[in-house]
Every structure is written in C-alpha cells, then in structure tokens.
C-alpha cells in the first residue's frame, strides 16, 4: 500500500477516534445510561463475543481457523451477503437490458418510461406486506425486495449513460458510415459505461441496505435479524455491535466497487498504460 493511502487512512480515523474518545469519556463519568448507550468497550467486549463460537474448541477435530470461523458474527455475514449477492444479481440483470433499450430507442422509452417513473418512488420498504403475500417467509421476499432496490439505480444511470452520449461520438459514426447495431456496441456502449458502474455502485449500497430491513421480517439469520433479535432482548450493546458490523461490511463493499470502477475505467480517465 503507498504512503498517499496510508496517509488517507490515518486522516481518516481522527475523527472516528475522536468520536469515540468522547463517548468512552461520557460513559466512564456515568453521563449516560449504560443501558441506554453502552460504552466502547461493552460493545467491544460484545462484538468480540458475536465474532467467536460460545463453545470452547476441541483441538482434535477443529483448527483454531474454522473455529474462529464458526462465529454467529460470520453466519450472518455469509447469511446476508448471500442474499445481496443475489438480489442484486436479478434486479441489475433485468435493469441493465431494459436500460439500454429505452435509452437507445425513443419510441420504446416513451412506452415505459412512465411507468418506470411511477414505481420508482416507491421504497423497497413499501412492499414488505406483498412480499409476504407473494412469496410466504425466507430467501424469495428478501431477493424480491432486494432485486427492486438495485433495480432502479441501475436503470435509469444506464439510461442516461446511453441517452447521453456526446453527439460528436454518433456524428463522426455515421459519417463513417457505420450501422445502427455496430454504432450502439461500439460507440453508445462504451461511452455509456461510466453511467452504468455508477448505476452499480449505488445499487448494490441500496441493496445492502435493502437486505437489513427485509431480514428483519422474513428470515431468522442475517445482520438485520440479529439486531431485531437484540432488541427483543434489550441487548444494547449487541444492536450496536451488529451496527458496527453493517457499517464496517458496508464500507467494504464500497472500497471494493470503487477500486473495480477505477479498474475498469482507465481509459476513461486517461490512466491507460
């Protein structure tokens, strides 16, 4: 890692640090209710406690490693980036085809576009009663739901990316006499990527997102059903654990897509070797 990065870092963490400085403060001078808002180090203790199996490891038959990975903290984060995963698998593969055929033709655009413009208001959250409905308990509500939050953000970033191709590009393409078909995968395409990774990035964040709440009323595992299970208990301490699990979980995922995007569009930018 260069020194720029670990230069961010360190910048990074001072207020984090800072943060939680003052609430370990706070709660050590008892200004809060410790049930209310549980110090740092409860919620470390605990976090500790959630990323580790409660039985003890029997060296013959099990390495430290899959113990240590045999954690509840580790189910549900299997538990629920599968469902994302997949989620987001179905609503982008059915954005990403729509979104380049409305926007490369007008006359189909203008048969669904005002029906995409109704239903995109509309949360995720707003579906849960039909979810249910449709699709009983378990895996199938939760992939409905998060397949309709990727779905949008992916759509209309494709959309514009394909409607918003500079006008020199298609000029200089039919001048050169090339077809319809050629110009769409070879200029329209292309110039239409940046808008579709940007789609991506936002929708897999809306997915993530999407996929806490849709845990919390239909299955019986995952981040969001651990912090629903939680607050049943009054387990403060383990709400916010799970929190700081989303967000750290959150915060991966979006390095990662942002790395991928700054991958891929190199030439983009003009950084092509």
């Known amino acids: 890692m260069a020194k720029t990065d670990w230069r961010e870092i360190a910048v990074g963490a001072i207020v984090?640090?800072?943060v939680i400085a003052l609430w370990q403060a706070s709660?050590?001078?008892?200004?809060?209710?410790p049930q209310v808002l549980p110090s740092p180090v409860a919620v470390a203790q605990k976090f500790v406690e959630y990323a580790l199996p409660l039985q003890e490891r029997d060296p013959a038959t099990q390495s430290w490693l899959a113990w240590a990975w045999s954690g509840e903290l580790w189910m549900d984060t299997l538990s629920s980036m599968y469902r994302v995963l997949v989620g987001f698998a179905i609503g982008a593969g059915l954005a990403l085809p729509l979104g380049l055929v409305m926007g490369a033709s007008q006359r189909i655009y203008a048969w669904i576009n005002p029906l995409m413009q109704v239903l995109r208001p509309i949360p995720p959250i707003a579906y849960i009663p039909l979810s249910i409905l449709w699709f009983g308990l378990g895996n199938a509500p939760a992939f409905f739901l998060i397949a309709l939050g990727a779905f949008f953000p992916v759509l209309m970033n494709t959309i514009a990316g394909v409607r918003q191709v500079d006008g020199i590009y298609?000029?200089?393409?039919?001048?050169?006499g090339v077809s319809q078909g050629t110009m769409f995968v070879r200029v329209m395409l292309p110039?239409?990527?940046?808008?579709?990774?940007?789609?991506?990035?936002?929708?897999i964040g809306t997915a993530f997102i999407v996929v806490i709440v849709s845990e919390m009323i239909a299955v019986n595992n995952g981040l969001g059903f651990r912090i629903l299970e939680?607050?049943?208990?009054?387990?403060?301490?383990?709400?916010?654990?799970?929190?700081?699990?989303?967000?750290?979980?959150?915060?991966?995922?979006?390095?990662?897509?942002?790395?991928l995007n700054n991958h891929l569009l190199r030439w983009h930018r003009g950084l092509e070797n």
């Not at 050590?28 to 209710?33: A, H, R, V």
């Not at 709400?239 to 942002?258: C, E, F």
């Open 191 to 203: 110039a239409a990527v940046p808008y579709i990774l940007s789609g991506v990035r936002i929708g």
């Open 170 to 176: 298609i000029r200089a393409a039919r001048n050169l």
């Open 27 to 33: 709660a050590t001078l008892g200004w809060i209710n």
């Open 230 to 259: 939680a607050r049943e208990y009054f387990w403060s301490d383990k709400i916010i654990a799970g929190m700081i699990s989303i967000g750290i979980l959150g915060l991966i995922i979006d390095v990662g897509m942002n790395k």
């Open 16 to 18: 984090p640090i800072i």
